[in-house]
């Protein structure tokens, strides 16, 4: 940490209890997607020694959030770690950010451990290398039950979703019996939700994407639809809580139209 940022450090705090005690609970989000991006260009930035050291940091930031949702009993989290792009990154890259998050989906158990949280994954896990999918299993398999809801995407695009979505509804209803020249009439936007990776979480409230870029990138395409966004200008690695608290004090602010 800079010492700058040392001395603004009860800065923050103070700022932070500021926040808290000017927002209303009541209108808090309770579902929250984030893109956490900016991890390359904050190593270029901070001039560190390589992107793993950055991954790390990144990684550790993760955990900090998890904790600052369950202050706020924020019921769902949908975090997105991994995109079907990234994986045409050189392998020089992509094996030592999945070494990192082997060992972040290795710390979580503990990290959350007493807070009632369910750990799931979404995403096509099958392009992924088979340590970093098993690994992925074993998180999910301790914490497969809570009531707080931690959704992780890897290797996930939004167009593939839907895309897969699509499939699973025909192949259901061609396996219901219904004819082919019926099937279409059994598409509608609420058949199709019911087969997206997140059909068991209520849709976003709040998307927020760090590095300063405004754009989704395919982030939960549908689900997303009527969210309210949030593009915060610091990377990933350098998000702070009062970044999030910001982030949340302008989405209670909002009013919420739905498209109305």
Partial sequence: MRPNEIIKQPLYRV???RLLGHMD????????GVIHDGHRRYARAERLPDYAASYRVGMSKFIDFLHWTDELEIEAVTCWLLSTENLKRPAEELDPYYDVLIELFENIPE???GHDVKVAFIGSLDLLPGRLVEAAKRLAEKCATGKRRITIALAYGGRQEIIDAVRDLVGKLAADGVAPEEIAAGI????L???LYTADLPDPDLVIRTSGEARLSGFLLWQSAYAEYSFVDVYWPAFRRVDFLRALRDFSRRDRRYGK
């Fill in 193 to 195: 939700a019911s087969h």
């Fill in 111 to 113: 990290a959350v451990q």
């Fill in 15 to 17: 700022y932070e209890t």
């Fill in 25 to 32: 609970r009541s209108r808090l989000p309770r579902h929250i």
């Fill in 188 to 191: 509608d936007a609420t058949s």
